[in-house]
């Protein structure tokens, strides 16, 4: 198993940009599927976006397609959800979370291990 932690998060000016980064501890993240959630004050979690073990297959919610973009290098150990047009409902804290199936999954009892998370914030 892998243990997540997330970066890149802060404030940014509606229609600006921020790269998120999932990075792992552990030779299982190769074998993971990384997939990034949020969660917005009082909403209840959500899937944004995932990626498989090879990067073959990728996930994004209707919300962020053509806006957002995943992609992993298994040699650093880190999954980058790149972030650009953002709107002030991207405003989430962000977690990141692996499961060691080969697809992504939207539930999110399929993921074994869970990030800590990092605060996005878009002002209007």
């Known amino acids: 198993q892998v243990q997540l932690v997330e970066s890149g998060g802060g404030l940014v000016q509606a229609g600006g940009s921020l790269r998120l980064s999932c990075s792992a501890s552990?030779?299982?993240?190769?074998?993971?599927?990384i997939t990034w959630f949020r969660q917005a004050p009082g909403k209840e979690r959500e899937i944004v976006s995932g990626?498989?073990?090879?990067?073959?297959?990728?996930y994004f919610a209707d919300s962020v397609k053509g806006r957002f973009t995943i992609s992993r290098d298994n040699a650093r150990n880190t999954v980058y959800l790149q972030m650009n047009s953002l709107k002030p409902e991207d405003t989430a804290v962000y977690y990141c979370?692996?499961?060691?199936?080969?697809?992504?999954?939207?539930?999110?009892?399929?993921?074994?291990?869970w990030g800590q998370g990092t605060q996005v914030t878009v002002s209007s």
């Open positions: 990626i498989s073990r090879s990067a073959g297959t990728t």
């Open positions: 979370a692996a499961r060691y199936w080969n697809g992504v999954s939207t539930l999110q009892s399929d993921y074994i291990n």
């Open positions: 552990g030779r299982a993240f190769s074998t993971a599927t």
